[in-house]
C-alpha cells in the first residue's frame, strides 16, 4: 500500500509536473507570440516614426522655403511699394512746384497787362483831356464870336460872311470830338 500510496503521489507528482511543463510551454509560447507581436508593433512603430520623421522634415524644409520666399516677396513688395511712394511723392512736389511757377507767371503776366492796360487807360485819359481843353477853348473862342455876332446882328445888320465862320466853327468842333472818341 505504501508503494501504491507512493506510486500514486509519484503519478500525480509527474502529472502534476508535466502540466506545470505544458503550462510552462504555453506561457512560454505565449510570451514569444507577445514578443514577437510586440517587436513587430515596435518595428512597425519605429518604420512609421521614421517615415512620420522624414516627412515632418521635408514638411519644415518645404516651409521654411516657402516662408522665405514669402518674405522675399513681401520685402520686394515692400520696396516697391516704397519707391512708388516715393516717386509719387517727387511727382507731387514737381507738380505742386509746377503750379506754383506756372500761378507766378500768371500773376506777373496779368500784374503786366495792368500796368500796360493803365498806362494806355492814362495816355487816352491825357490825349482825351488835351483833346477836350482845345475843344473847350475852341468852345470858348466860337461862343464868344457867336455874341459878338448877335451883338453885331442887334447893332449891325448880319454879313453872311461872319454866320458861314460860326458855322464852319462848329462844324469843325463836332468833327475834331468824334474823331478822338
Known amino acids: 500500500m505504501l508503494a501504491n500510496s507512493n506510486a500514486r503521489k509519484k503519478k500525480l507528482v509527474q502529472e502534476a ?3 506545470l511543463r505544458e503550462m510552462d510551454a504555453e506561457r512560454t509560447s505565449f510570451l514569444q507570440t507577445e514578443v514577437s507581436s510586440t517587436q513587430d508593433f515596435t518595428d512597425q512603430m ?3 516614426w521614421t517615415i512620420y520623421m522624414e516627412d515632418t522634415e521635408n514638411n519644415y524644409r518645404e516651409d521654411s522655403t516657402t516662408v522665405e520666399s514669402e518674405k522675399m516677396a513681401i520685402e520686394e513688395g515692400l520696396q516697391e511699394c516704397k519707391s512708388m511712394t ?4 517727387q ?3 514737381t507738380a505742386q512746384s509746377s503750379l506754383l511757377t506756372l500761378g507766378q507767371n500768371n500773376k ?3 500784374e503786366s497787362l495792368l500796368k500796360s492796360g493803365i498806362e494806355a487807360n492814362e495816355l487816352i485819359h491825357c ?7 482845345t475843344a473847350i477853348e475852341d468852345l470858348d473862342i466860337e461862343h464868344n464870336g457867336l455874341l459878338s455876332c448877335i451883338d453885331s ?3 449891325y445888320p ?5 454866320c458861314q465862320t460860326f458855322s464852319n466853327s462848329l462844324f469843325t468842333f463836332s468833327k475834331c470830338r468824334f474823331t478822338e472818341a
Open 108 to 110: 506777373s503776366s496779368m
Open 91 to 93: 511727382q507731387w512736389e
Open 17 to 19: 509536473v508535466f502540466a
Open 46 to 48: 519605429k518604420e512609421q
Open 127 to 133: 490825349r482825351s483831356s488835351a483833346s477836350m481843353n
Open 153 to 155: 446882328k442887334f447893332l
Open 158 to 162: 448880319p454879313t453872311v460872311s461872319s
Open 86 to 89: 516715393t516717386s509719387g511723392l
